[in-house]
């Protein structure tokens, strides 16, 4: 696949894998992550650990070696080797580092073995199954990190700098064990530029969409495009639209699985027929439905459609295509109504690519700390500047010259405010959402199915899930 960037590096690839264009590996080998132990040690099993001090706070050794398993996908490894450069001048040792795309292939055997690296960024269709590993007690509990100091302020720890939501999808059960680096931004893109010299305004409301698409398509420009052979890339802007009229606590109700989530839910209903009122007014480009997502996103830049749903790595991803005035931007959910559970400004914006310490790593405090040197404001901004995203640590990029992408969901994360959503479903559930429930989607877009059959097999397919004693579940409080 092409580059992709802030979306969870389990994300783009795997998703692909599972509508079946990527061959994965037997998720069946990680079962020989069991055998690799998961010692018990003090202070949450981190070894090698050495004198604490206000400029040491996680005890790191000098000189003991330190090994990084960085995913080499569109954002690249750079950012990484330049935390690592500071590592090396303070702790006085060379990281060793590995960029690769085959995560899981070239450590599974290692985790199986007892030695792991010490710090790993699990991402891209070949990434170790974090949910087995946490159960094995393979992954390192970072709660210490969590407490240490910031490195910009002493008085202030790490938890404190965070979006929230990255301490709640950190978690298996009670234990933070993974740390979700980039935070990205979800939603409608578009570029201002084109929006502005045309008179039309970004829509408020979902009415207010049909009817500027109609003026669109009088214009001789489709108004919407999206990667038909990945068609949940439209759950990015529906999932999130329906949790903003419904409620969270409806939409968490459809994350944990629960009988009736999707079928006693109205705004379901109303999102669904939304999507099938663009699809029978001709509002998609014609042919996406085969497009790819750089292909979709091609077409995007090149000024063959006006809207496209996507996540805020696509301005990394769609540089080379997107003319240097294009002005890209995104904009926020849309009102259903007066109904509405949540308020204008309602954003889908998360925490993404995981990046986890090994307990039987050689190293973990020092994995700890490379952690620690990445959330400072100085890397969290080379971050923004090397891969166009945001982190999940607070305000970073305030001050800075951004990208008009960037820009743009920076600004969007700070009008959400508090109304910034997570949606688990995908991440939790990707056979259901992106190949049974894709597959649905497509022939919606398409027409050639309607919203209530579509809103009943959804029902149908999670109820599936459900039972499936296979599936791993998750929970989530409202």
């Not at 509508?19 to 132990?37: H, K």
């Not at 979800?186 to 500027?212: Q, R």
């Not at 910034?420 to 992106?434: A, R, V």
Request: net charge neutral.
């Amino acid at each position: 696949m092409g580059s992709t960037s802030a979306f969870n590096r389990r994300d783009l690839v795997k998703r692909a894998a599972a509508l079946g264009i990527i061959a994965v590996p037997a998720m069946g080998t990680l079962s020989a992550c069991a055998t690799g132990g998961g010692g018990g040690n003090d202070d949450n099993g981190a070894k090698n650990k050495g004198a604490t001090s206000a400029k040491n706070p996680l005890g790191v050794k000098k000189g003991v070696a330190l090994e990084a398993f960085i995913f080499k996908g569109g954002l690249g490894d750079q950012y990484a080797k330049d935390a690592e450069a500071d590592y090396d001048k303070t702790y006085g040792v060379t990281v060793k580092h590995t960029g690769t795309q085959q995560v899981g292939p070239k450590l599974q055997p290692r985790f199986a073995g007892g030695n792991p690296p010490d710090i790993i960024d699990n991402s891209g269709a070949d990434h170790l199954d974090m949910n087995k590993l946490s159960a094995q007690g393979q992954l390192q509990d970072l709660a210490a990190l969590l407490d240490a100091p910031s490195l910009d302020d002493p008085k202030k720890k790490i938890r404190d700098t965070l979006y929230p939501s990255t301490l709640e999808k950190g978690k298996h059960k009670d234990v933070f064990d993974v740390f979700y680096y980039a935070f990205t931004v979800y939603g409608t893109w578009y570029s201002h530029k084109l929006l502005k010299d045309k008179g039309w305004e970004y829509p408020t409301s979902l009415d207010d969409m049909v009817k500027l698409c109609g003026e669109i398509k009088k214009a001789g420009v489709a108004p919407w495009t999206y990667p038909g052979k990945y068609p949940y890339y439209v759950h990015f802007n529906m999932f999130a639209q329906i949790a903003k009229i419904g409620g969270l606590d409806k939409w968490i109700a459809i994350d944990n699985l629960e009988p009736k989530a999707w079928t006693s839910n109205d705004a379901v209903k109303q999102v669904v027929e939304h999507y099938a009122e663009l699809a029978a007014k001709g509002y998609f480009l014609q042919g996406s439905q085969g497009l790819t997502h750089i292909q979709s996103q091609t077409a995007w830049t090149r000024g063959k459609a006006v809207f496209l749903p996507n996540g805020s790595w696509v301005e990394n991803e769609a540089a080379p295509t997107t003319p240097k005035d294009f002005d890209m931007a995104v904009g926020p959910l849309f009102n259903g109504g007066s109904g509405d559970k949540m308020p204008h400004g309602t954003l889908r914006a998360e925490p993404s690519e995981p990046f986890i310490v090994a307990k039987d790593g050689k190293n973990p405090v020092g994995g700890m700390e490379l952690l620690r040197i990445l959330l400072s404001k100085k890397h969290a901004q080379n971050f923004a500047t090397k891969v166009r995203s945001l982190t999940t640590v607070q305000g970073a990029t305030e001050g800075m010259q951004l990208s008009p992408g960037l820009s743009s969901a920076a600004e969007a994360v700070k009008a959400g405010g508090q109304n910034l959503l997570m949606i688990q479903l995908q991440e939790w559930y990707p056979k259901l959402t992106d190949e049974k429930l894709g597959g649905l989607t497509s022939q919606l877009l398409t027409g050639d199915m309607k919203a209530a059959e579509w809103i009943k097999k959804a029902q149908q397919y999670a109820d599936e899930t459900a039972k499936d004693d296979s599936v791993t579940k998750f929970h989530r409080e409202t």
